[in-house]
């Protein structure tokens, strides 16, 4: 079974700085997707970024940008110029490309990350 | 498109009583999930179905618990007996064609059990 750890329970960053957000997952797969989840205070889940496996670029969507390292099984997140509305609860999850756990997400213990002004 | 609708968005109910989850998905989505949130355990999936097909209700914790999909626009999650240890947030997320790129989640239902 996979697994997925964010070893990070709080994080906190000043407005308009960098931050990143560490994941690891385990998994003997070769093929799957990772995502990164943002959960704000509202508990709405909002998809912040996907990266397939195969791929060796890293994505990137904005300010949110990821460093995927697909030997060490890591997967970071790296949020800049963080704004306040960026306060959240952030998930690091992992889904097989294909077999029987196809579209099962796998979710870390996520990682509250708070902006101050 | 309205996005994942779930209701209600909190119950409160009694220990012994029967509670009902609903969720609309996003039209068009052939995949569901039923997913739990709390402190302890994070973020479980419960079930998931895929053209209305139950795939794997193995997150499903007891017997007490059951899911259905009469449909492709409707699915239930219910609970009976409820008890207070069912208590969290349950979210219901679509997706198109397993999810490669990312579910679309509910706002989820703040479930308390007293």
């Known amino acids: 079974a996979q697994t997925v750890t964010q070893s990070q329970p709080e994080m906190s960053v000043q407005e308009a700085e960098t931050v990143t957000l560490s994941c690891t997952y385990d998994t003997s797969e070769s093929n799957y997707y990772l995502f990164w989840y943002k959960q704000p205070p509202s508990r709405q889940m909002i998809l912040v970024i996907r990266?397939?496996?195969?791929?060796?670029q890293n994505a990137t969507e904005n300010r949110f940008s990821v460093n995927f390292q697909k030997a060490a099984k890591s997967f970071s997140l790296k949020i800049s110029d963080s704004q306040l509305g960026d306060t959240a609860m952030y998930f690091c999850a992992f889904m097989n490309a294909g077999g029987t756990s196809y579209g099962k997400l796998t979710f870390g213990q996520g990682t509250i990350l708070t902006v101050h002004p | 498109d309205a996005g994942v609708i779930q209701s209600p968005r909190h119950e409160v109910t009694e220990m012994g009583q029967e509670v009902t989850l609903r969720c609309k998905p996003i039209s068009g989505h052939d995949y569901l999930f039923w997913y739990r949130q709390t402190m302890m355990r994070g973020l479980e999936l419960l079930i998931y179905?895929?053209?209305?097909?139950?795939?794997?209700d193995s997150g499903m914790p007891e017997d007490r618990f059951s899911a259905k999909m009469p449909n492709a626009s409707f699915s239930t999650l219910k609970i009976q007996p409820s008890e207070p240890r069912d208590s969290a947030v349950y979210f219901c997320a679509s997706s198109f064609r397993g999810g490669g790129y990312g579910y679309t989640f509910g706002s989820g239902t703040r479930l308390t059990v007293v």
């Open positions: 990266q397939e496996a195969y791929k060796q």
């Open positions: 179905f895929n053209n209305n097909v139950p795939i794997d």
